[in-house]
């Protein structure tokens, strides 16, 4: 046994003899061997709990504990001498175990556990043995059994318990008397749950727990695992939930109610936090001062828990709030800016209040009044609008239905210009106040044809002879009656204003004109000169003046000379135009006129005696017609027309249509901005100087068509999020391009057919205008959009983590669907490019790695076709592209026959490429004109660094030797070893060669070629794999060999070796000699005739046909001949 064994006797003897005290004589006595190591009496070992088991006629177990070395035992009972009974004990069993189970601190054999819980009970007991757990002192089945340092798991218990624990060794089935150990089960604890009062976000919290009874006091609370308040709310350790919740909804929560002896209940609670209590603010429509205002309800409160109550203050005088309807009525009476406050108030006592504006103004009108009536082809005297009253201002003002050639300037209510039309114009005037009310006034003008004096011929008259009377015809034009005024009548002659006859008789001869003057009823007049001749003895004869041009000096002309009466004669003139004179010597009219019309000079000759004779000449000023150039401008444009031939002075000048019927413009600049041209237009100027009207002259607007849209080659582009875009396009032979950020207006932002966007980090539409080499721009911007998506997920470093893709040209059946899945982390992920077959239109996407590449490496992209690769010919009309930046490295069309080229199965494969030179990126491209190929699927692209030159690699050795694998990196990277496809563990962590340890077996190392990248290790995923051929050892066993003897012929084979790779020759080892005599084959024979006795050892190297060896010792004796 072990020292620390138990001898555990089971017996039971009568109550009676127990009472006697017989286990006083039943002793024990334990022995190793035959010498008695242990000696102990049975009543010395009998606890209280035996006891009371043998009391009760029951068997009972007593250990025996002898603490060294036994191998059996003896058990005597000695007669008790004063009993006169029959004594007896029943030996039932006597068994061997390990010591009991004893409770070494911590463990303890006194367990108190939560209710409703499982109690884990521990024992001690010597390693190697097991504890066996029952819930019986005795008989009974186990429970479970542990190893020594293991636990046991009651089941839940509600009440106290007591269970029972032996040990044994393992594989044994005798057990030790079993040890009690008791389970405490604490109070039970109540926490129930429950729904609390609403919370309302942004508004203080507080609410005290139920307490939790039962259980030993006291308590503390906490939020269970895996539960949270709403945010904002913390529970304190004695229950109570306070704070200032900040995002409503409907909380579901368990609180841990924890009692002084560490048992916990969790209750489940639910909390409905509302959103914050909000009432809208807002503006209130205007009100207009005693007039009924519209009924306004204010919006009813949200968040918070109702019901909820209602307040207002500061409302306009004449406006009251119901509270119960939440609505504003009455009459206001004062103007004003009003701030109405409206607070509620929530069941919770939580409020807030909202202001709501409302502006009360007095009533909007615009006054009346009379505006001067005007005349067809005459400056109309501007009229000025009354201002509005009432209302908010500032106000603004339009006009409708004005007489043709007036307008409306809104900024000074002022109407003026040159009517066109005769007529009765009622014109409308709206003012529109600040807050868009509107009130519209009719006021009336009246225009009328001008004012004109018919021609009439008057009758000459005879000097002192009786005129017959005259009449002047009637004048037209105007409004109202007429008046009439005549002057210049010669002495003898009146004018009858109410007939217009002129009557009398004339007391002078000589050439008169008689003006008439005719007013109308709105003081408007109108003047004719009329020639009447009256002969005498003075004649002074008329004559035919030419025409003169104002600024042009007017050729001399001579006037008439005088006839008759008596010399000598003096001469005036009266009538000349501003800028002539008149020479009264010489009768010489001459000067610059400055002012165009017609003159009606007076000429009077007076003789010697006084006798005078008048004649009136008409002397025609006329203006020259304008120059103005002729003009291109571009198609949608407005031409700017300038007369160059301005002459000192007033004029008024006019630009008329392409009908010369009415004026467009008038003004004295004689500077005109046309309306848009979109057609050659001829356009016509005048000009006025007094009352003269030059010719009109022809102006010519020719236009240049808009530039030609550009073609934007790109199309939209998709990318990924901080990356930039190349956007191309292509324009029209002499024209320009410009890239704008917006529709229309906006900066440039490029001036070149290919712009790269600056880095995006959210979707942004660029226009492409186009200008022509006359200046004329495109009718409008051509759109492209770059559309920015997340990047999709951490990808290797040697994977394209960005993108931009583009179908360019019309396609209604394109698309792009999976946008980003090819930069994603996922390599089963794809982005589809699908084009309608036969569009002309094309897809492209752009793989961009996160690491520029270098001309040695290769890239390889993994490609799909939807439809499947049946006829691998398709693949002809796939583009590769490798570019650094917006510069083509190279590009490649696939080539369906390409060793490049790996099928992956299904419609998926692998096209791998040489970079060829410094790259960044990648570009896979297709067009729609096949037919056998419309969708293209693209999984992603990776960079492929250049395998090293293997210097030792794939080799063959002999089985317990080691290999040596060295290569020669490309320039920029580096390689580490490994021992499998995955591993993560470098076999060579300082670089350079890799020798194996010693090997076996075959065995398969991996090269994985590597390139530092600021400052971390990316490396291609595909390890290249060396595989070092292990040669099978080869068994060859040393012995003893036969004896040899001196002078006998001696013929010994060595074992044959086995393993390997047969056949072997075998050749003494460095070093090692035969007995003098004898020698060794290749094939292992040992020979010849021993000529000296010896004890000799030696070694022999056994070689197969891979040169592998092995080596084995032998022993041979030589012993002296016989005699």
Known sequence: SNPTDNVNLRLRTSPALLNLKLFDNLRVIAYNGSTPVYSAAASSLLGLDLIGLLNNGQAVTVPFAPGVAFDRVSIRLSTLVSANVTQFV?????????????????????????????????????????????????????????????????????????????????????????????VTVNPQITFAGAALTNATSGSDYNRQLTAATGG????????????????????????????????????????????????????????????????????LPDGITNVVYPVQTIPGATGGTGPYTY?????????????????????????????????????NGNSITSNYTIKITDPFVLPPATLANGTTGISYTPQIIPVAMGGTVPYTYSATGLPPGLTFTPGTRTIAGTPTLAGTYPVAVTATDADGKIVTTIYSITVVDPLVLPSTTLADGTEKVIYPTQTILPATGGSGSYTYVASNLPNGLTFNAATREIAGTPAQAG??????????????????????????????????????????????????????????????????????????????????????????????????????????????????APIVASTTVCSGSVATLSVSNIQPGVYTYRLYGPTGSTPLQTNNSGTFTTPVVTAQTTYYVDVIS????????AVVVSVNPPASLPVVASGNIVINTGQTATLSATIDAGNTITWYDAPTGGTAVSTSTTFTTPALTATKIYYAQTTSAAGCVSASRVQVTV???????????????????????????????????????????????????????????????????VATDSIRLNLGLPGGLADVSVLNNITVRVLNG???????????????????????????????????????????????????????????????????????????????????????TTVSYFDSPISATVLNPGGGDFTTPVLSTTTTYYIQVNRLINGSVCSNATRIPVTITVNPAIVFNGT???????SYPYNQQLPVATGGTPGFTYALAAGSTLPAGLALSNSGAITGTPTIASNSTFSVIATDTKNCTTTATFNLTVTPALA
């Open 511 to 624: 050439n008169y004109s008689i003006l008439i003057t005719v007013t109308d009823g709105a003081g408007s007049t109108a003047s004719r000169l009329y020639p009447l001749k009256v002969t005498g003895t003075l004649t002074l004869p008329s004559a035919t003046l030419a025409d003169g041009t104002v600024g042009t000096a007017y050729p001399t002309r001579t006037l008439p000379a005088v006839t008759g009466g008596t010399p000598a004669y003096t001469y005036a003139v009266t009538g000349l135009p501003q800028g002539m004179s008149f020479n009264t010597t010489t009768r010489e009219i001459s000067g610059t006129p400055e002012v165009g019309g017609t003159y009606g000079m007076s000429l009077t000759a007076t003789d010697a005696v006084g006798n005078s004779a008048t004649t009136t000449y008409t002397l025609n000023v006329n203006v020259s």
């Open 690 to 697: 007094g009352t003269a009207t030059s010719t009109k002259t």
């Open 311 to 347: 307040t207002a203050i500061d409302l306009p005088a004449g406006l009251s709030f119901n509270e119960s309807t939440r609505e504003i009525t009455g009459t206001p009476t004062v103007p004003g800016n009003n701030t109405i406050r409206v607070t509620v108030i929530d069941a």
């Open 1040 to 1046: 003893t060999l036969t004896n040899a003897s001196i």
């Open 90 to 182: 029943e030996i039932f069993d006597v068994s061997r175990s390990p010591a009991f189970p004893t409770f070494t601190a911590p463990i303890s054999n006194t367990v108190n556990v939560c209710y409703n819980t499982s109690a884990n009970l521990q024992a001690t007991t010597a390693a190697g043995n097991q504890l066996v757990w029952y819930d019986v002192a005795d008989g009974g089945s186990a429970l479970g059994t542990v190893n020594f340092n293991g636990s046991f798991a009651t089941p839940v218990l509600v009440a106290g318990k007591t269970y029972y624990v032996a040990s044994k060794k393992t594989g044994c089935t005798a057990e030790s008397v079993r040890v009690p150990v008791s």
């Open 886 to 972: 917006t510069t083509e490295v190279k590009s490649v069309q696939i080539n369906g026959g390409l060793l490049s080229l790996t099928l992956l199965g299904g419609g998926r494969f692998a096209y791998t490429l040489a970079a060829g030179g410094v790259y960044d990126r990648v570009q896979v491209s297709f067009g729609g004109t096949v037919a056998a190929l419309n969708s293209l699927d693209i999984y992603g692209a990776t960079q492929i660094y250049p395998n090293p030159t293997i210097v030792s690699g794939a080799q063959s050795i002999c089985a317990g030797n080691t290999a040596t694998l060295s290569v020669t990196p490309v320039a920029g």
């Open 216 to 283: 030993t006091v006291s308590f503390t609370y906490a939020v269970a695992a895996g539960s949270t308040l709403p945010a904002g709310l913390t529970l304190s350790s004695t229950g109570d939930i306070a704070g200032k919740p900040t995002v409503a909804g409907n909380y579901n929560f368990s609180i841990v109610a924890t009692d002084a002896k560490g048992c916990s209940v969790t209750a489940a609670y639910t909390l409905i936090v509302t959103g914050p209590l909000t009432l809208t603010p807002g503006t």
């Open 787 to 853: 559309t920015v998506i997340p990047l999709s997920g951490t990808t290797a470093c040697n994977v394209a983590g960005g993108q931009n893709t583009a179908i360019t040209g019309i396609c209604i059946a394109c698309g792009i669907t999976g946008l980003g899945n090819s930069t994603d982390a996922d390599p089963n992920n794809f982005t589809r490019l699908t084009l309608g077959v036969g569009v002309g239109a094309a897809g492209a996407q752009q793989l961009i790695f996160q690491n520029p590449g």
